[in-house]
Nanobody
């Protein structure tokens, strides 16, 4: 299983970025999948994920109304549209595959990408 993130970079406060995760070895149609992030010196935390059985998205409160998660079964990719980015969103963002639960827990995820840096300048 391989997950490769792309689309990170530097953006100004209030700006937007689109992250994409290319998935191989598992199908996003049958596998829970999501986005997580880690600030330097802090624990990795959930952002958003999509449950395999229902296709229902789960978002952490801090991204509701700003970030949108989606998947493309034909392309076997996962996307995170991030709008109104704030300096506190600066982190390494990871794509991961595994059971998606409402609290978007890192604990249940089985496979991880290497991560990609997102920096929001104030």
């Amino acid at each position: 299983v391989q997950l490769v993130e792309s689309g990170g970079g530097v953006v100004r406060t209030g700006g937007s970025l689109r992250l994409t995760c290319a998935v191989s070895g598992v199908s996003v149609a049958h596998q829970g999948i999501g986005w997580f992030r880690q600030v330097l010196g802090k624990e990795r935390e959930g952002v958003s994920c999509i449950a395999a059985s229902t296709d229902k998205p789960y978002d952490k409160d801090f991204v509701k109304g700003r970030f949108t998660i989606s998947k493309d079964v034909a392309q076997n990719t996962l996307t995170l549209e991030m709008n109104d980015l704030q300096p506190e969103d600066t982190a390494v963002y990871y794509c991961a595959a595994g059971p998606c639960v409402p609290v978007v827990a890192t604990y249940f995820m089985d496979y991880w990408g290497k991560g990609i840096q997102v920096t929001v300048d104030s």
